[in-house]
């Protein structure tokens, strides 16, 4: 099988980071407690980190936990593509093999269907020939012989002589 590819460097996160923060994000610890987890979100890519809230502002705070949220609910959506990614590359395998075993569960048939039809042509040219010879037979009995023909008269004509001469 082909090696899986990282999706999540793609994804905005950095290489190694890609399955622990994942793994996190699915577990549910994300958005629960920082202090236990540490900062998951320093895992993206930069351009889509959330930011640090300011210190005394609500709007900032709340802002900040949105934006941690759409970074779970967005590497949760990465390992579900990853997933998907797999499963159709694994689904592409058993295709291809299913595919291969068709063809060749089809080249067998048509050597099978080749074999048959050769046989069918010479029981068709056997049958012709045995045919002809039959029809030679039934001509040849219903033809006269000349030889037995021949036998048969001089073996009457034998002995219709004996009949008209005198007793020795």
């Known amino acids: ?15 190694a980071a890609h399955k622990e923060l994942v793994a996190t994000a699915v577990e549910g610890g994300i958005g629960g407690e920082d202090s236990e987890l540490g900062a998951y979100w320093e ?15 609500h709007l900032s705070a709340q ?13 949760i959506l990465q390992q579900e593509l990853f997933n998907l990614q ?11 093999h299913s595919e291969q075993l068709e063809q060749c569960t089809n080249h067998r048939y048509q050597e099978k269907i080749k ?22 037979i039934r001509s040849q009995e219903k033809r006269p012989r000349p030889f ?7 073996i ?13």
């Open 156 to 168: 009457t004509m034998g002995a219709s002589l004996q009949l008209h001469q005198p007793p020795p």
């Open 43 to 57: 895992l993206l890519e930069e351009d889509i980190r959330p930011v640090q809230p300011l210190k005394h502002s």
């Open 115 to 136: 074999q048959l039809m050769g046989k069918r042509d010479d029981l068709s040219n056997n049958h012709a020939h045995l045919k002809q010879q039959l029809e030679h």
């Open 86 to 96: 797999r499963q159709k590359l694994l689904l592409e395998e058993k295709l291809s």
């Open 1 to 15: 099988m082909p090696p899986m590819p990282d999706y999540g460097i793609a994804a905005g996160v950095s290489g």
């Open 148 to 154: 037995s023909t021949a036998t048969q008269q001089h």
């Open 63 to 75: 802002i900040f936990m949105e934006h941690k949220e759409m970074a779970r609910n967005y590497l």
